[in-house]
């Protein structure tokens, strides 16, 4: 994991992510529903997979009704990267 | 030549070998896998226009990753097309199967097509395109005493096959099976062909590996987009 990861970088990295699965960059916004966002369960593994890669954060099969919006998304990932 | 990669495992004999060829022909370059038998999996690579061997026991849980890697730095691209053909048998009637027998057997024919699958299907997902390709067997569906252990694993490999077939559908992934019967190959040599498990067959002869292998070509072609969570059972109409 790097030294300095912050909320801020985490909610970045999972932007990018999320445009690369095809959202629009315009639509991402904490609030934002992964339904709107038109990202569905198989993008959210390969989500799963990034942040398990870039902050050794695991996010398992039974986390993933839980997310409902972008923010739900990054406070996981961020709280169980400790920042 | 195409862009992306076929990945064969299993491919230095038999099914396998004929279905690197075939997806050869068809204008993948092909990665051969093989576990033990080097010179048959180079010579099988080396008839190809774009052929790659690369050894790897899908039975160890670290192979799969190693064998993708290796595939897709040295032929340039993501592995579009998986063939799952790796396949060993220990047979033993059910009382007396060993641990091992069933291990080896289970770990080999459906832990390690799980474990390709899955290492295959992110780059798959992420291309929109892709297609597996699992080589199950008509002894999933019907008793073949003696074969416990395969016919659980294969019969393991056709529910895997029709469920994650139904995961991946929306990206344009396929997933299907072929279930070959009594097919003349290293494997069968042990039976005896010329009598009582033909009788059995209405084709009244064994299966090549080549008409196997134009099954799983077709299942592997772009043709076949809508053709998902299926099994095209190969076997001179013994099950039917």
Redesign the interface.
């Known amino acids: 994991m790097p030294e300095t990861v912050t909320r801020e970088a985490i909610q970045t990295r999972v932007y990018g992510a999320l445009e690369e699965f095809g959202a629009e960059p315009t639509d991402l916004a904490p609030e934002a529903t992964f339904e709107a966002l038109d990202v569905d369960s198989l993008d959210l593994v390969e989500l799963g997979q990034i942040v398990q890669e870039e902050y050794g954060v695991e996010l398992k099969g039974e986390d993933m009704p839980k997310l409902k919006t972008v923010g739900d998304a990054v406070d996981m990932i961020a709280e169980r990267a400790g920042v | 030549m195409r862009e992306g990669c076929a990945l064969v495992t299993g491919g230095s004999r038999g099914i396998g070998a004929a279905t690197a060829r075939a997806l050869g022909e068809a204008g993948w370059p092909v990665a051969v896998n093989y576990r033990s038998d080097a010179d048959a999996a180079e010579a099988v690579a080396a008839e190809l226009d774009c052929g790659l061997a690369i050894q790897g026991d899908v039975s160890d849980p670290a192979a799969a990753d190693a064998i993708f890697t290796r595939a897709e730095e040295e032929l340039g691209g993501p592995v579009l097309v998986l063939v799952n053909n790796a396949g060993v048998t220990a047979d033993n009637l059910a009382m007396g199967l060993t641990d091992d027998d069933w291990d080896s057997v289970v770990d080999t024919n459906l832990s390690g097509a799980f474990r390709c699958t899955r290492r295959a299907l992110?780059r798959m997902?992420?291309a929109r395109y892709g297609r597996i390709v699992n080589v199950a067997s008509v002894v999933a569906m019907k008793a073949n005493p003696g074969q416990a252990n395969y016919a659980a694993a294969k019969a393991g490999l056709i529910g895997m096959t029709k469920t994650v077939a139904a995961?991946?559908a929306?990206?344009n992934v396929t997933v299907n099976a072929v279930a070959p019967g009594f097919i003349a190959t290293d494997m069968t040599a042990d039976l005896d062909a010329s009598n009582a498990l033909l009788e059995h067959v209405p084709a009244r002869r064994a299966g090549t590996p080549e008409e196997v292998a134009a099954c799983v070509r077709f299942l592997a072609s772009e043709e076949a987009a809508y053709v998902t969570g299926t099994i095209l059972t190969v076997d001179g109409g013994l099950s039917a």
Do not use: D, I, N, Y
């Open positions: 992110r997902l992420r995961e991946v929306r990206r």
